[in-house]
Each structure stands twice: as C-alpha cells, then as structure tokens.
C-alpha cells in the first residue's frame, strides 16, 4: 500500500510516467500495485470502529492504552455489537472489539498512550558530576567483560545506586543496598535531596545490618556517583570493612543489578498511578510498604516462585 502511495503521488506530480516506470521504479508488480489501487478505492471496514477508538482515546486524555480503550468501548447500557456492525455516526452503542484489533487501529492513528511517551522520553537520573578520585576496581568485572552479581551467600556482595522519583511539586530519592546472593533490598533510605547525608545514612545502616569484619569485608558496588568518589565514602566504607567497587565511566550496565531492582520498582509500584497531591512523608511510607512486600511478599520465578524471606527463613533453617 505504501509503495502504492508513493506511485499515486508520482504520477499525480508527473503525468508523463508511465505506469510501467513506476512499477519498475518500486519494484512491485502491476498486479499488486493495481489490486492497492482496488483496495484503496474501496471503504474502510473499520471506520466507524476507528472513530469510536480515537474518541475513548482523546475523552481519557491520552491515558488510556489498547486494554484500556477496548474495555471502555465494550462499557455503557444497552446491548453490545460487534464492531462489524456498528453505524457509522454511532458514539453510544456499546462495541465488542478484540484487543488486537483495537491495538492495530491505535498505531494506524497514531494514539500513543501518555505513560508510553513519557516512558521513552523519561532520562536517567544521574549524580555524575566528573572525576573527582580515581576510581576503585570494578570487582564484578570479568576479564569476559561480562558481570557476575551472584554471591554464593548473603552478606559478601551488594550493590548501591540512587533513582529519583518526580511526584506533585517535588522530587524525592531512593538509595537502597541490594544484596547480590538473592535481590534482597538490605537496606534503604528515602530523602528530598540526593545528597551525602542519604547515601551515607544508607552505608550506616548496612554496615549494622550485616555486620562486615576485616575477615568477612563485604563487597559494596556503585555506580561513579558523586558521592562514591568522595574521600568521605572512601573512608567510611574502610572504617565499615567495605570494599568499595564501581563502574566503569559511561556503562550503566555495570551497575545492572540495582538498575534491574529500580526498573521492577518503579513498574510495579510507581508507574501509573496518580500521585497527585501525596506528600513526601506519605509518599516515602507507601515506598516502604512497598520494599517490605518486595522482600516478603512478592513471589519470584528465580527463586522456585518463593518469597526471598521465604527462601532465607529456609536457608536459615537448613543451616
């Protein structure tokens, strides 16, 4: 069709070509390039469905996706009709349509929900702020140049990272120790201000609740964060008996496995909902709902579809 298109809009501009030259041109038979024109002449089966699509789409205000707007359609009294049978100039009638076929007209309209668009327009937050020390190894590192972030028991390796939350009027931030042996979030701290008092109120609390010894040290990766580069880190992570290790300049895929925690994060408790006039305190409590049911209540597929607590409470008692 498109190819067609493009030959419809050529001899319009230049009458002289001749339908040979345009077939030739685009490389399409003229009975396929003539059975487009056929189609194109013919009308739209689904207009009135796509009328219908576009205006639950713009009534939500672009929220709504193909789940959203086929559910919306099949709303309302009356009985429903197939989207076959609906008239044209019929804004009421309630419509069955699959989620395929209404996905399908979506994207021929071009209807891209909100959170989709802002999804992919979203940046990362980052805290770079240049080199300001050299930069310890990047123990997880193999010489591959692949990255292992499994410990063979918990409490030897962690990773750290900062994300950034925008909420109604203000920013708040997550800094959170995850332990590698099993994605169990160790710790974590929740502010208004991506500062040196977040991160090492969070190093604080994980240096209490694992308890590293100059005999056991436990591995601490990071990301190259301003505030990881500070002699003030470098200090309190030796006092605690943690090794510090970071990534490498521009990969943030060598901090993968805190990104992985925050991408499960913001889509299963951030994305979608309306946080309208929710407050830094009741805002940083529904956080903490959430990471405690992270740990206790959410079932994971890597774990044989236990809880991670459930897996410990497990390990602990096996031991």
């Known amino acids: 069709m498109e190819k067609w298109r493009a030959g419809k809009l050529a001899r319009e501009r230049c009458p002289l070509a001749r339908l040979r030259d345009v077939t030739e041109t685009l490389s399409i038979p003229k ?84 959170k989709a668009a802002q999804m992919a327009r979203r940046a990362r937050y980052s805290s770079y702020a240049g080199e300001l020390s050299e930069r310890p190894a990047n123990l997880p590192l193999g010489e591959d140049g692949s990255h292992d972030f499994h410990a063979p028991e918990p409490g030897l390796l962690a990773v750290t990272d900062v994300t950034e939350f925008r909420l109604d009027g203000y920013k708040a931030y997550l800094s959170p120790a995850i332990d590698c ?25 994980l240096i209490a ?33 943690v090794v510090r290790s970071m990534s490498r300049k521009a990969r943030s895929g060598d901090n993968a496995r805190a990104e992985g925690f925050f991408g499960t994060l913001k889509c299963d408790f951030f994305e979608g909902r309306d946080w309208t006039g929710v407050g830094f305190e ?38």
């Open 31 to 114: 009975s396929t390039y003539l059975d487009q024109a056929a189609r194109a002449a013919r009308a739209d089966p689904k207009a009135a469905l796509r009328a219908r699509v576009r205006a639950s789409f713009e009534a939500s205000g672009g929220a709504y996706g193909a789940e959203s707007v086929t559910a919306d359609l099949r709303s309302g009294p009356g009985a429903a009709v197939s989207w076959r049978d609906l008239e044209p100039g019929d804004a009421s009638t309630p419509v069955i349509a699959s989620e395929k076929v209404v996905r399908a007209i979506m994207a021929e309209e071009g209807l891209v929900p909100r």
């Open 181 to 205: 042996f099993d994605g169990w979030p160790v710790c974590w701290r929740v502010s208004r201000h991506p500062d040196k008092e977040l991160a090492h109120a969070m190093l604080s609390d």
């Open 209 to 241: 609740e694992v308890g590293p010894t100059e005999e056991r040290p436990l591995v601490l990766h990071s990301d190259g964060g301003a505030v990881y580069m500070t002699g003030d880190w470098a200090s309190a992570c030796e006092e605690g008996n």
């Open 282 to 319: 009741e805002f940083a409590a529904a956080l903490d709902r959430y990471i405690e049911w992270y740990r206790g209540g959410k079932l994971k597929k890597a774990l044989g579809w236990r809880t991670i607590r459930q897996a410990r409470e497990e390990l602990a008692g096996a031991a």
